[in-house]
């Protein structure tokens, strides 16, 4: 029989152990989530206006946004290009450019990546073998985690077998009604 202690040991120190990743996901998480709005991996560092003379809306594609591209001197890779609401926006790893469609007028935008921030947020993104294998021990870690939570708390009013059952229970409905209706 294993005995209480063995868990509680083991959901301190791993706990202990994944508490700066634990902070850092949540971290970078939040940032994630509001990425479209106030993009924190990258800053500013110059706004140029331009004006420009526009092709035909057939002709903008990937082709003409690289070689505009390498007019303005930009030697970072095209990410995507895009018209939305008039505007042609064209996004590359280190510069954005927006411009307007009937009137020419526009900006370009180089950043470059905010440090810790940026590094953080790829956490969420990276795909190396290692980061997967890393991420998936850390998954089972919480799980571990969650599980001896549940035995740690003696009996009693807040145990999981008098109140914290309700609660895990409403932790899964929760986000499967949010994916039910938003997803």
């Known amino acids: 029989m294993i005995k209480k202690s063995t868990f509680r040991n083991l959901h301190r120190d791993l706990g202990y152990f994944y508490i700066g990743l634990i902070v850092s996901f ?15 991996e990258k800053y500013t560092t110059q706004t140029q206006m331009l004006i420009i003379k526009l092709p035909e809306i057939s002709e903008l594609n990937d082709d003409y946004a690289t070689k505009l591209g390498n007019r303005y001197h930009f030697h970072d890779k095209l990410r995507r290009q ?10 590359f790893e280190k510069h954005d450019v927006e411009i307007d469609i009937k009137t020419g007028k526009g900006e370009i935008v ?22 997967i294998y890393y ?5 089972l870690s919480l799980i571990i985690i969650a599980l001896t939570g549940i035995i740690m708390v003696k009996e009693g009013e807040f145990s999981f077998r008098s109140r914290g059952w309700k609660l895990a229970i409403a932790g899964i409905i929760f986000p499967l009604i949010f994916l039910i209706l938003f997803g």
């Open 26 to 40: 949540a971290f970078s998480g939040l940032m994630m989530n509001h990425r479209e709005s106030w993009h924190p």
């Open 110 to 131: 180089s950043f470059n990546k905010t440090p810790i921030i940026s590094q953080a947020m790829s956490l969420h993104t990276n795909t190396s073998n290692f980061w």
């Open 135 to 139: 991420s998936d021990i850390f998954a």
């Open 82 to 91: 895009t018209i939305k609401n008039n505007t042609y926006k064209i996004s």
